[in-house]
């Protein structure tokens, strides 16, 4: 998800606050339970020395960037990761500061990312969000669907002039869908604090791709197909779709039809049983295409 987030860690501001101190200890003393630390290097040599790295034992249940660069208080400027920790298997709550540099941030969202997972593990069955996960997911794989369709065969003249236009659209939308729902859904199931993201995200793509579906659907619709050309052979004028001879006929504008046949080999004749009209096309009587005639038509 790294290459998605748009927010840095501090621009978050979450809900209520947790007191760095354990309520039970004084706070002049040092109690062993909150923390300081130089830097988030120190912060991550400080867990290694203290086998603080199973995340079970050593639970985030809460992270707070504070940072302040000029602070209304007069106090100096601050940029501190609170990290609030639950020693679960002794029931001991510890507080951690750690002075942190912006640079640190892909660093600590990493490490954090992976400490979410804890987390939202025990939270997992009540995650409200999963649902609309679900909706979001089912809504991609109904657009992905329409999308599929374009890819099938087309009934048109020039079949492969067509595919190629709706390849080109496909690869468009894919581009558009990103990865895969699966992975999201993994996502979701392991990172609690981005869930909700991810949701948003996903619904927002979901809804992007559904315009460009409709938008693809419409710019298919507005495609005349390619007209195929009539040949010549042997005296014959010959549909270049059911290749039936002397089939094709001129239509004029009052859809009245002109059967048409060969009279040299550049020249067709046209069987004209009205006056003057004008020209509204060609088509073959045997498969009803329509067809292109590129030769002279002059009449009988
Ligand atoms: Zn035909």
Known sequence: MTDQVTKHLWEYDHPYY???????????????????HPSWPAFLGFLDRNGCNDPDTFLVFRWDWDRDED???????RNDLNLSVMLQSRGDYGHHTVRMTDEDEPAARAWLTERASTTAAIWEPLL???????KAEE?????????ESFRAPLDWH??????????GMVDTLQTMTGRPAEDIADQLMRYSDSAIWAVECEQ?????????VHASAAEVDRLEPPVAT????????????????DSIVQIDSA?????????SDDVVGRHMAHGDFVVDGYQCTTCDHKVDVPFEVQPD
């Open 139 to 147: 809504e991609t794989q109904r657009l992905r669907a329409a999308v």
């Open 255 to 263: 859809t009245r039809k002109h059967r048409l046949s060969v009279a």
């Open 18 to 36: 947790c007191d760095p101190h354990n309520w039970f200890v004084p706070l002049d003393q040092d109690n062993g339970q909150n923390h300081i």
């Open 71 to 77: 602070p209304d208080d007069g106090d100096e400027p």
């Open 158 to 167: 020039n079949a492969d002039h067509r595919a190629r236009i709706r390849e």
């Open 128 to 134: 409200p969000t999963a649902e609309a996960l679900k």
């Open 230 to 245: 009539a040949t010549i052979r042997d005296g014959w004028l010959l549909c270049p779709h059911c290749g039936d001879r």
């Open 204 to 212: 927002a793509r979901t809804a992007e791709l559904a315009g460009a």
